[in-house]
């Protein structure tokens, strides 16, 4: 098992900037850019909310009220450029476990939910549950074969499991077409290894956001974000 983590933050690249700080700690990360988005997946109820007052449409105030309703036990990181005494008292009266103002360091707020998370829940749960392997943003289950995306299963044929799995187990290493057959295919497959470069743009249409690289004249390897 591995924490999941929902950030609201409507400025893009900041949004950006923060979720792959996130993500590479080897969290669930699923970010929003407005409060209606977010307020839609309230009942998936993350392992954490990272939450902007400062919203286009539903301010981040009625936002941690109707987190707070639907699961008072899921802690929250208030950030804000505003007044931040003012937005710090009204956030933890309110309910926010832990303020931070901008601007700041997006180290600083890898460090502060790391705390929290382990304040909340304890220093003795894992990044990930045994034959579970972590590719931000993606989960891949090998006991169950499954793939899993902000907790939803990707519907995946028999070979395209076995190639992800594959290639998440040895993250950073190069294969050739050749090599990539006889361990998904087996010695005995006969044919075209073009069925290699195939299965590869299944997997990329399917999981858009696995660095799945090409290697020019070589093969493919995968890499981590």
Do not use: C
């Not at 699923?30 to 009942?43: I, K, P, T, V, Y």
């Not at 790391?114 to 392997?133: C, D, H, I, Q």
């Not at 998904?184 to 075209?192: A, H, K, L, M």
């Amino acid at each position: 098992m591995t924490y999941r983590i929902y950030l609201v933050e409507d400025e893009k690249s900041l949004n950006q900037v923060l979720a792959t700080y996130l993500q590479q700690e080897g969290w669930q990360v699923r970010a929003f850019l407005d409060g209606e988005s977010a307020r839609q997946a309230l009942s998936q109820q993350p392992d954490l909310w990272i939450l902007d007052i400062m919203l286009p449409d539903i301010d981040g105030y009625q936002l941690i009220r109707e987190i707070k309703a639907a699961a008072p036990e899921v802690p929250v990181i208030f950030i804000s450029a505003r007044d931040a005494d003012l937005d710090r008292v009204v956030g933890l009266e309110m309910g926010s476990d832990d303020y931070l103002p901008k601007p700041f360091l997006p180290r600083e707020l890898v460090i502060r939910a790391r705390n929290l998370l382990e304040r909340v829940y304890g220093k003795s749960m894992p990044a990930a549950s045994p034959g579970t392997v972590l590719v931000p943003p993606y989960r891949i289950d090998s006991q169950r074969r499954i793939v899993e995306h902000d907790g939803q299963a990707i519907d995946l044929t028999s070979k395209e499991f076995e190639l992800i799995a594959f290639f998440a187990a040895h993250t950073g290493q190069a294969f050739s077409r050749e090599q990539l057959l006889q361990q998904i295919w087996g010695e005995d497959y006969f044919g075209s290894d073009r069925v290699v470069d195939d299965l590869i743009r299944r997997i990329r249409k399917k999981l858009p956001d696995l660095r799945l690289e090409t290697m020019y004249g070589f093969g493919y390897r995968l890499v981590k974000p």
